[in-house]
């Protein structure tokens, strides 16, 4: 039954559709190892110098290199973002004075994320599906200084994990949320936050994000954020990761991150090591290690996670297959050992205009 599921997905994708008359109106991810949903943030054409990364809120999206085509997902994407576009525009424009028009060679407001559809059985849970999805919204009235962001997830960090792995001790943090990002300067290290999420709590965050070069090949991202909740109150986060770039197949990241939660007076923290290799333009391989634990009622682990990721794009720049062979080991089940698959499909979209 599973293989017929297969073969009948896959016709549907490559089913051509009478073809309509169109401009293409998307800009996408160029190749598999391009796109931020990896732990590793890696840029478009692969990593350039080791301080080449991004935060993961600040990737831009870039053109296409795939000639336009009419089938069913192509037309389906394009209709998604001209709508979300058309709706950005409708918001932009009522902080867009008469004198302040879009002219031409003007910054117009548009939209762009992701959506990621995954099944992720696993030992026992074979029904565990997941729903991903990430929006950003930028706004040129307001000089491209503020943006509003919609993510079915606050923790950005945890992007690349399970959902079996999100939910431990994580303190209700795998919640849809809506914030309003302002930044002093569009490049500025700062920025800062107020929005609504984690079981409708309203919240305000500011962050302070930043990256260090020791050489082409050694680099430190570095990060460290204070924010309110209305009823979980106080929380800080902090976070460094070290980065080394091999070769231009080659690159591997440590990264070490702290929450504090003054709810429960604890820390929350996770150390996790990812590898890429870029195989090719659309494949990409990241074998990656995470452990995780708290500092009450001391400093003890509560999950340990290994997994071997497979990246595929080569349907289209903007459409990614992943499957993901996974072992989990948790507290809450006495660490039995939980093996599991990750099959994943993530579609990008957005326009730069």
């Not at 478009?44 to 080791?50: D, I, L, N, T």
């Amino acid at each position: 039954m599973l293989c017929l599921t297969v073969v009948y997905c896959h016709m549907l994708l490559t089913a051509p559709l009478v073809p309509v008359p169109r401009t293409p109106a998307v800009n996408t991810p160029v190749n598999a190892t391009s796109v931020q949903s990896t732990a590793l943030n890696i840029q478009h054409g692969g990593h350039e110098s080791a301080i080449s990364q991004k935060p993961a809120d600040d990737t831009a999206l870039s053109p296409s290199s795939l000639p336009p085509t009419n089938a069913w997902f192509d037309i389906w994407q394009r209709s998604f973002t001209d709508t979300m576009d058309f709706t950005v525009k409708q918001l932009d424009g009522l902080f867009e004075s008469d004198d302040n028009s879009y002219g031409q060679g003007q910054k117009q407001a548009r939209a762009e994320g992701r959506i990621q559809l995954a099944w992720e059985p696993r030992s026992g849970m074979l029904s565990d599906t997941d729903l991903r999805f990430r929006v950003r919204v930028r706004l040129p009235a307001l000089q491209e200084r503020v943006d509003l962001l919609l993510s079915d997830n606050e923790d950005e960090n945890q992007d690349n994990t399970v959902r079996a792995a999100r939910n431990v001790n994580a303190n209700d943090r795998d919640r849809t949320t809506i914030a309003l990002r302002f930044r002093p300067e569009q490049d500025s290290h700062y920025s800062y936050r107020i929005g609504a999420g984690r079981r409708d709590q309203l919240y305000a965050k500011t962050r302070y994000r930043d990256a260090l070069a020791f050489s082409n090949q050694w680099a430190m991202l570095y990060d460290a954020e204070l924010y309110y909740y209305t009823r979980d109150r106080l929380g800080a986060e902090a976070g460094v990761a070290f980065q080394y770039e091999i070769n231009k197949k080659h690159l591997v990241r440590q990264n070490n991150r702290f929450y504090f939660r003054d709810d429960t007076n604890d820390w929350l923290w996770r150390h996790e090591v990812h590898h890429l290799f870029s195989v090719d333009q659309h494949n990409a391989i990241i074998p990656h290690f995470l452990v995780e634990g708290l500092s009450q009622p001391n400093y003890r682990v509560e999950e340990v996670y290994t997994g071997f990721r497979w990246r595929n794009n080569t349907l289209r720049d903007w459409l990614f297959f992943e499957v993901e062979p996974f072992v989990l080991w948790l507290r809450n089940e006495d660490f039995k050992t939980s093996y599991g698959v990750a099959l994943r499909v993530e579609a990008y979209y957005g326009k730069d205009t």
